[in-house]
């Protein structure tokens, strides 16, 4: 089956907005409200964590300065960034979108929900199984700059040690 939304990228330029080689950028003819933005990655992934991070990236740097020419163009007061990521969030095709929602006070869009009251021992539950799968995030950055940084010292140390003037200039008292 062809994706529906790769196929969009790929045959229909109506109304393409923006495009760079990561990301297209689409006005809504049946958006949610004036000036309704779908921005959708190139690359045929379903879900957002499939995505690298350069992807991402550029996906919410793009998404933000699209979100900066609608406040500036469309006199809107806000706007609702939304992915639905995966089918039980109301993705309608494997492919991720991100919805960039104009919105002006009054336009009668609800996307509003009601809180749900968990109970203490749900609340419970979801922190610690979180902490325990959160605490490592970012570690894997942080011991290769660390291992960059000391790799860059040994280099140093060793042009200092093999620099024969440097060596000269040790031996004068």
Same mark, same amino acid.
Request: aromatic residues 6%; charged residues 35%; neutral net charge.
């Given at each position: 089956m062809e994706c529906p939304i790769c196929k969009k990228i790929?045959?229909?330029?109506?109304?393409?907005?923006y495009e760079d080689e990561l990301v297209s950028a689409f006005l809504e003819q049946e958006g949610? &409200?004036? =000036? @309704?933005? &779908?921005?959708?990655?190139?690359? @045929?992934?379903?879900?957002?964590?499939?995505?690298? $991070?350069? &992807?991402? +990236? @550029?996906?919410?740097?793009? +998404?933000?300065?699209?979100?900066?020419?609608?406040?500036?163009t469309l006199n809107i007061q806000g706007t609702n960034l939304i992915i639905n990521n995966g089918v039980s969030? =109301?993705?309608k095709y494997p492919h991720l979108t991100l919805h960039i929602i104009p919105r002006k006070d009054g336009d009668g869009l609800n996307l509003e929900w009601a809180p749900k009251q968990l109970s203490d021992d749900e609340m419970s539950t979801a922190e610690i199984k979180l902490k325990e799968f &959160?605490?490592?995030? =970012?570690?894997?950055?942080?011991?290769? %700059? $660390? %291992?960059?940084?000391?790799? $860059?010292?040994?280099?140093?140390?060793?042009?200092?040690?093999?620099?024969?003037?440097?060596? @000269?200039?040790?031996?004068?008292?």
């Open positions: 790929m045959e229909e330029k109506d109304l393409l907005i949610l &409200t004036y =000036g @309704h933005i &779908t921005l959708i990655p190139k690359e @045929h992934l379903p879900i957002f964590e499939n995505y690298d $991070e350069k &992807t991402v +990236s @550029h996906l919410f740097n793009i +998404s933000n300065k699209l979100s900066s020419i609608l406040f500036e969030a =109301g993705q &959160t605490k490592n995030i =970012g570690i894997e950055k942080k011991v290769k %700059t $660390e %291992t960059a940084k000391e790799k $860059e010292k040994e280099v140093i140390n060793a042009e200092i040690k093999e620099n024969y003037l440097i060596k @000269h200039l040790r031996r004068i008292p």
